[in-house]
């Protein structure tokens, strides 16, 4: 389960689409790119979780709400 999950805009312009991300799973700060069109980059190396489908998504559900649900 991922934990303590934190976006910010990649640009100082607000209304331009993607987001950096981090969060926390199994204790090590996990670092990611969230693109527009729902693609996720993951940016800490050596990160290739057994559930990875099951982490992406809950990511799309956060963001989701977060960001389009406004």
Known sequence: MIQH???????????LPGW???FYYQKQIITGVYHPD????WKTERFNP???DEI?????EIMLYHVYDK
Do not use: A
């Open 50 to 52: 057994e559930n990875e």
């Open 38 to 41: 729902g693609k996720i980059e």
């Open 5 to 15: 999950f934190q976006y910010k805009s990649l640009y100082s312009n607000d209304n």
């Open 56 to 60: 992406k998504k809950q990511i799309h």
């Open 20 to 22: 950096s991300f981090s």
